[in-house]
């Protein structure tokens, strides 16, 4: 029985650094038979697999085609269908309606996440900064924009102990979107 699972890869394409061709990620998925279909959304590592291989061993594929293929060693967030929808559903229970979506952050991790008793390490990079907590996601709200702020992902890394990639609303819903259509 087939799975429809919902990718992302963490650092990829940005900034000139660990380059991976989608559309060639794309084709080398694709000609291994375990996965019957593959999608790829914009440049940033956002993948929609249908296979029958568990989490498990989709994760391990992936992260070997990546060191194998392109050179690059990274991490890997993978969720069932139902996972990211549940995802979905504990983002949009906090969003207010007058958000900006493009700058609305979505941050992923394989942990849960557990809310600090202080944010000492952020609290000199928090400006106008919303931060939001839903067991394996944090999301920020960067009221000014994510370029005007002096927090970023590897400052939240810092503070709650976690490896995570980031997406924005938009493309968090994109995906979704795609994930229903798949």
């Known amino acids: 029985m087939t799975q429809d699972y919902i990718i992302f890869i963490r650092a990829i394409n940005v900034g000139g ?3 991976v061709k989608m559309k060639e990620l794309k084709e080398i998925l694709l000609n291994n038979p375990q996965l019957v279909e593959v ?9 929609l697999i249908k296979t029958a291989l568990s989490k498990i061993d989709l994760k391990k594929f992936m992260l070997d085609v990546l060191e194998k293929s392109f050179g690059i060693n990274t991490h890997l967030f993978v969720y069932t269908k139902g996972e990211y ?10 969003l207010k309606e007058d958000i900006i979506s493009k700058f609305y952050l979505v941050i992923f991790s394989e942990t849960t996440i ?3 008793l202080e944010l000492s390490y952020l609290q000199k990079y928090i400006t106008n900064e919303k931060l939001f907590y839903f067991k ?3 999301s920020v709200y960067f009221e000014n924009g994510v370029g005007k702020s002096k927090l970023d992902l590897k ?4 503070q709650f102990n976690f490896k995570g990639t980031g997406r924005n609303l938009n493309t968090i819903f994109k995906m979704e979107k795609m994930l229903e259509e798949f």
């Open 155 to 158: 400052k939240i890394e810092r």
């Open 114 to 116: 557990e809310q600090p």
């Open 85 to 94: 929808l549940g995802i979905i559903q504990d983002v949009q229970s906090g």
């Open 136 to 138: 394996k996601v944090l």
């Open 17 to 19: 650094t660990n380059i």
């Open 39 to 47: 999608k790829t959304y914009i440049q940033s590592g956002n993948i």
